[in-house]
Nanobody
Framework: VQLQASGGGLVQPGGSLRLSCSAS????????IGWFRQAPGKGREGVSC????????YYADSVKGRFTFSRDNAKNTVYLEMSSLEPEDTSVYYC??????????????????WGQGTQVTVSS
């Protein structure tokens, strides 16, 4: 299984970005797909995730109402639509997949497979 994240860049506060994560070799038992971020000097934070058993999506409180998780099954790709971006959203963003996470636990802990990160910088 390989994950490839892309779409990061420099955006002004209040702007929008869409991150993509394409998955190759992923099987249907990778039920949890998540987006995480890590800023310099800070720990990794779960941003949003999906439990594919019932397509429930979950969001960190810090991004609720601003970020949207979506997916295109035909393309084996998930997206993170980010709007109303704030300087505090500046981080390296990662996508990850796991076979064992359930429900809102997909926002926490260690995932089996990680993609490389994509840098998001929110600055004027």
């Amino acid at each position: 299984v390989q994950l490839q994240a892309s779409g990061g860049g420099l955006v002004q506060p209040g702007g929008s970005l869409r991150l993509s994560c394409s998955a190759s070799g992923i099987t249907s038992d990778y039920y949890a797909i998540g987006w995480f971020r890590q800023a310099p000097g800070k720990g990794r934070e779960g941003v949003s995730c999906i439990d594919r058993r019932d397509d429930s999506t979950y969001y960190a409180d810090s991004v609720k109402g601003r970020f949207t998780f979506s997916r295109d099954n035909a393309k084996n790709t998930v997206y993170l639509e980010m709007s109303s971006l704030e300087p505090e959203d500046t981080s390296v963003y990662y996508c990850a997949a796991d076979r064992f996470k359930r429900g809102s636990n997909c926002l926490h802990g260690y995932f089996e497979v990680w993609g490389q990160g994509t840098q998001v910088t929110v600055s004027s």
